[in-house]
């Protein structure tokens, strides 16, 4: 299993850019990294995904090294809305059914 | 609304009952997910669909079962409830078999067992 490691917790304040990193060793050659959004009681919402190097999206930017062992989601000017979890997301595998979502960062943003 | 559609929204039972979650997977996408999150975790991947197929278990208890129809869509069948089942179900849905096209979720049931 692509097991991905996430700090349980970050702080912001609105108008900063905030950047949560997950690390992610056992990642197989055809995964991709998939960062998702969750609000209390709905459901978790796609955010970015990406393979290799740099996505950008008009929600937000997320960054992997080559070794691809980690990964990096960037959003830019944050306000209180965004006060969510985020959920690093890596697939089993070629063939990958079973995909385990980690306890996720608990991102706090302050007025 | 995310396209995938989950009934009911609320579930209030007693202990011992059987009930029955429902779930429309977006138009299109062949996989359906069922997950369960309790008050404040994370959440659990329960067990996947492809396409009526049953594809993957994870941590589904042999209490709850699972199927997908041939229109695709998909019913959780949870009985002999205990009060540690409260939680939310999630269902969530994609094109293909695996994640790496992304999962839409829909807004989960939230069921209570008292």
């Known amino acids: 299993l692509a097991k991905t490691t996430q700090p349980i917790s970050m702080d912001s304040y609105e108008g900063q850019e905030v950047n949560i990193t997950c690390s992610h060793n056992?990642?197989?050659?055809?995964?991709?990294i998939t960062w998702y959004q969750q609000f209390p009681s709905q459901g978790p919402r796609f955010i970015i995904q990406g393979y290799k190097t740099k996505v950008t999206n008009e929600v937000a930017s997320l960054f992997i090294p080559a070794d691809r062992k980690s990964s990096t989601l960037s959003l830019p000017r944050v306000s209180l809305s965004d006060t969510a979890v985020y959920y690093c997301l890596v697939g089993e595998g070629t063939g990958g059914f079973k995909t385990i979502f980690g306890a996720g960062t608990r991102l706090f943003v302050k007025a | 609304d995310s396209g995938v559609t989950q009934t009911p929204k609320h579930l209030i039972t007693a202990t011992g009952q059987r009930v029955t979650l429902r779930c429309s997977p977006r138009s299109g996408d062949l996989s359906v997910y069922w997950y369960q999150q309790s008050l404040d975790q994370g959440l659990q991947f329960l067990i996947q669909?492809?396409?009526?197929?049953?594809?993957a278990k994870g941590n589904i208890l042999e209490r709850f079962s699972a199927q997908q129809f041939p229109d695709l869509h998909s019913e959780l069948n949870l009985s002999s409830l205990e009060l540690g089942d409260s939680a939310l179900y999630f269902c969530?849905?994609?094109?293909?078999?695996?994640?790496?096209?992304?999962?839409?979720f829909g807004s989960g049931t939230r069921l209570t067992v008292v």
């Open positions: 669909y492809y396409n009526g197929e049953e594809r």
């Open positions: 969530a849905s994609s094109v293909s078999g695996t994640s790496n096209y992304g999962y839409t």
């Open positions: 056992n990642i197989a050659t055809n995964d991709y």
